[in-house]
C-alpha cells in the first residue's frame, strides 16, 4: 500500500505534520510505502480566475495532484486558523481542483487527523473538511481529533495519554480493516 501523509498547513514546523506523521507509523508493514510531504513544497500565487488567466496552471499543484494520484491511502492532519482551514492548504486544493477532469482527491480514501493547543483539539476544522472531502472525491474513511498537543503529544513518542493513544489505535485498526477490503475490490 502507497500511503500519502501531510499536515494541511504551511506552517514550518506544523503540529499537524508532526501528529500526521506520528499516525502514519502505525500502517508501516513491510510491503507498504509511506510518503510525507510538505505543502511547501507545492507553490502557488494566491488563487484567482485572473491569476489562472494571467499564468495557466502552476506546477505546483499539478506535483500535488500527481502525489495523491499515486496513493491507495492519504492521512491528512488539519490546521485550524480560525476556525477553517489554513490558507496554505486552502489555495493549493483551490488551484489542484482547477485541473480539467479532476476531483482534488479522485475518490482516494482518507483517514482526517486535526489538532491544537485548544481543549477541541482543532475540532471545527475538522467538521468542515469531513462535510467537505467527499464533494472533493475523498473517502473518508475516519477521523480523529488531538485536543492540548503539548499536554498530549511528545516528539519521538507520538500521543503520551492513554486514553487518547487507544482510541486512536482503535481508529487505525478500523482504517487498516477498511484498507484491505478496499485493495481486494
Given at each position: 500500500m502507497k500511503i500519502l501523509v501531510f499536515g494541511a498547513s504551511n506552517s514550518s514546523d506544523s503540529i499537524n505534520k508532526k501528529l500526521a506523521s506520528s499516525v502514519s507509523k502505525y500502517y508501516k508493514e513491510k510491503e507498504d510505502s509511506i510518503e510525507i510531504i510538505d505543502l511547501n513544497d507545492?507553490?502557488?500565487?494566491?488563487?484567482?480566475?485572473?491569476?489562472?488567466k494571467e499564468i495557466g496552471m502552476p506546477e505546483?499543484?499539478?506535483?500535488?495532484a500527481e502525489k495523491i494520484d499515486a496513493a491507495d491511502f492519504i492521512i491528512i492532519s488539519f490546521a485550524e486558523n480560525n476556525g477553517n482551514y489554513n490558507v496554505g492548504y486552502k489555495n493549493l486544493v483551490d488551484w489542484t481542483s482547477r485541473i480539467k477532469g479532476r476531483k482534488i482527491y479522485n475518490g482516494k480514501p482518507v483517514f482526517l487527523l486535526a489538532t491544537s493547543q485548544g481543549r477541541r483539539g482543532g475540532q471545527s476544522v475538522l467538521d468542515i473538511a469531513t462535510q467537505r472531502?467527499?464533494?472533493?472525491?475523498?473517502?473518508?474513511?475516519e477521523t480523529f481529533s488531538l485536543p492540548e498537543f503539548n499536554n498530549n503529544?511528545?516528539?519521538?513518542k507520538g500521543i503520551i495519554t492513554p486514553v487518547l493513544r487507544s482510541q486512536l489505535e482503535a481508529k487505525v485498526r478500523?482504517?487498516?480493516?477498511?484498507m484491505a477490503e478496499i485493495l481486494t475490490r
Open positions: 507545492f507553490e502557488a500565487p494566491l488563487f484567482s480566475k485572473d491569476k489562472e505546483g499543484p499539478l506535483q500535488f472531502m467527499p464533494f472533493d472525491g475523498a473517502e473518508v474513511l503529544f511528545e516528539e519521538g478500523k482504517t487498516k480493516r477498511l
